[in-house]
């Protein structure tokens, strides 16, 4: 048997028991790293992610990547771990997927700056919704990958976009102003957008459990990644 490959400190995939983040090199609120911070969260540069969570003035848990796009490769080797990957057919944040596993997984500034950067990173969580409870957080909103059906406490007129990454048909809902009820949504054709709460419980459930993206309002990150912890084990 093939042994496993080795960062710095040993063995990939490097293991977490508590969520953790991926922060790209995108657009970065830095009080939303300094909360990540605050709570304990680890924060993983995905390349020159790293000098983005340097600027805000945190050292990485680690630094995942090609490494192509890292200030000072020595610099940062001399203050936490390091682990190049030289493979150039994932990107950066892929590269941190695969390197890694947690409960939950944050991407951060994997949106913003360059849209050929934040359609990979779509197509990145795509990839992984089936095995890892993943949320892309930008300025605004998050974006929770889901495989399968999902119930979640909302406010009355709360926005809820429910968007397909692949077709997918709907058993049904319960709690949106616009019902999803036996509808197919797909990219090019019907979509999700927009969708508003209606009670104080939201249920989706789809008809196969192809992976769907929820979209909802930033200040809803923490219920979220509560509502991924309770739905444990998954792994």
Not at 10 to 22: F, H, S, V
Not at 88 to 98: A, E, H, I, R, S
Not at 197 to 222: C, H, K, Q, S
Request: charged share 20%; with cysteine.
């Amino acid at each position: 048997m093939q042994s496993p490959p080795k960062g710095p400190d040993g063995p990939l995939p490097l293991q977490y028991e508590q969520p953790i983040a991926i922060v790209g090199g995108g657009s970065v609120d830095q009080q939303l790293l300094a909360d990540l911070a605050r709570r304990g969260i680890p924060l993983i540069g995905a390349d020159g992610g790293g000098d983005t969570i340097g600027a805000a003035g945190l050292v990485p848990e680690a630094i995942i990547g090609d490494l192509d796009s890292l200030s000072d490769r020595a610099a940062w080797e001399s203050r936490t771990r390091v682990v190049h990957i030289a493979e150039q057919l994932t990107t950066d944040f892929q590269k941190c997927l695969y390197s890694t596993s947690a409960p939950v997984t944050l991407a951060v500034g994997m949106t913003g700056k360059r849209l050929d950067h934040t359609l990979a990173a779509l197509n990145a969580v795509l990839q992984v919704a089936a095995d890892r409870h993943l949320l892309v957080i930008d300025e605004t909103d998050i974006a929770l990958a889901v495989v399968g059906p999902i119930g979640f406490a909302a406010r009355p007129d709360e926005r809820v976009s429910v968007h397909p990454l692949l077709p997918i048909r709907f058993h049904r809902s319960t709690g949106l102003l616009y019902p999803l009820d036996g509808l197919t949504l797909e990219p090019g054709g019907l979509g999700g957008t927009s969708n508003a709460a209606t009670a104080g419980r939201v249920e989706i459930i789809p008809a196969n459990p192809t992976p769907w993206l929820l979209i909802l309002g930033r200040e809803r990150l923490w219920d979220m990644v509560e509502t991924c912890l309770e739905a444990l084990p998954r792994y």
